[in-house]
Nanobody
Framework: QVQVVESGGGLAQTGGSLRLSCVASGDPWCTAAMNWYRQEPGKVRELVAGIRNRNNMTNYVDAVKGRFTISRDKAKNTVYLEINKLRPEDTAVYHC????????????????WGQGTQVTVSS
């Protein structure tokens, strides 16, 4: 079972920056995409940004476009989320989600979630 571990969260001021990291165990070749979600208490977990492994295509939710940048180190099976111009509404637990290839070589790999890292933005 793939293990997913996030780091880099913390307390920051409005307008500041943070860099989140997420590393997944397992064969990087079997990673199809890596995504960042966030969840505020009592709210549904929402997709913030994602990056595809094969072509490095990225996608962002409108609320973070221009402020968040997702990138990936394929060899390390690690994804990063650079968060700039932080706003109080960015406060949430940020979870990393790993999608795996539906290939016979990758049988046994299931999509996996990390425990999350807390981001708190003070006004």
């Amino acid at each position: 079972q793939v293990q997913v571990v996030e780091s880099g969260g913390g307390l920051a001021q409005t307008g500041g920056s943070l860099r989140l990291s997420c590393v997944a165990s397992g064969d990087p070749w079997c990673t199809a995409a890596m995504n960042w979600y966030r969840q505020e208490p009592g709210k549904v977990r929402e997709l913030v940004a994602g990056i595809r492994n094969r072509n490095n295509m990225t996608n962002y939710v409108d609320a973070v476009k221009g402020r968040f940048t997702i990138s990936r180190d394929k060899a390390k099976n690690t994804v990063y989320l650079e968060i700039n111009k932080l706003r109080p509404e960015d406060t949430a637990v940020y979870h990393c989600h790993v999608e795996h290839e539906k290939h016979i070589i990758c049988r046994g790999y299931t999509d996996a979630w990390g425990q999350g890292t807390q981001v708190t933005v003070s006004s």
